[in-house]
């Protein structure tokens, strides 16, 4: 069983930088896609960015493209989001989120780490 541990979401100040982990245990995942969703108070789930474990790959929400980057280390099984230029905007809880290749549909989830980010 998948599971999905997130970890370094704090206060920050609009402009500055972070970065959130995720550690994967439970799989191997040579064969998995790793997703970063966020939610804000009161708005629904977003997807950020994701990255294909076996080659590295990966996509970005136009909202996040040049500010974030999503990196993997494969010694770790863990799954980073590196975040620059921060906005207000960016404030949510960040989850890490995990796929086989061929699926459509996230199918675990960890249980999140917030972001504020203050203006």
């Known amino acids: 069983q998948v599971q999905l541990v997130e970890s370094g979401g704090k206060l920050v100040q609009a402009g500055g930088s972070l970065r959130i982990s995720c550690v994967a245990s439970?799989?191997?995942?040579?064969?998995?896609?790793m997703g970063w969703f966020r939610q804000a108070p009161g708005k629904e789930r977003e997807f950020v960015a994701r990255?294909?474990?076996?080659?590295?790959?990966?996509y970005y929400a136009d909202s996040v493209k040049g500010r974030f980057t999503i990196s993997r280390d494969n010694a770790e099984n863990t799954v980073y989001l590196q975040m620059n230029s921060l906005k207000p905007a960016d404030t949510a809880v960040y989850y890490c989120?995990?796929?086989?290749?061929?699926?459509?549909?996230?199918?675990?989830w960890g249980r999140g780490t917030q972001v504020t980010v203050s203006s």
């Open positions: 439970g799989r191997t995942f040579s064969n998995y896609v």
């Open positions: 989120a995990a796929k086989r290749v061929r699926s459509v549909v996230y199918d675990s």
């Open positions: 990255i294909v474990w076996s080659d590295g790959s990966t």
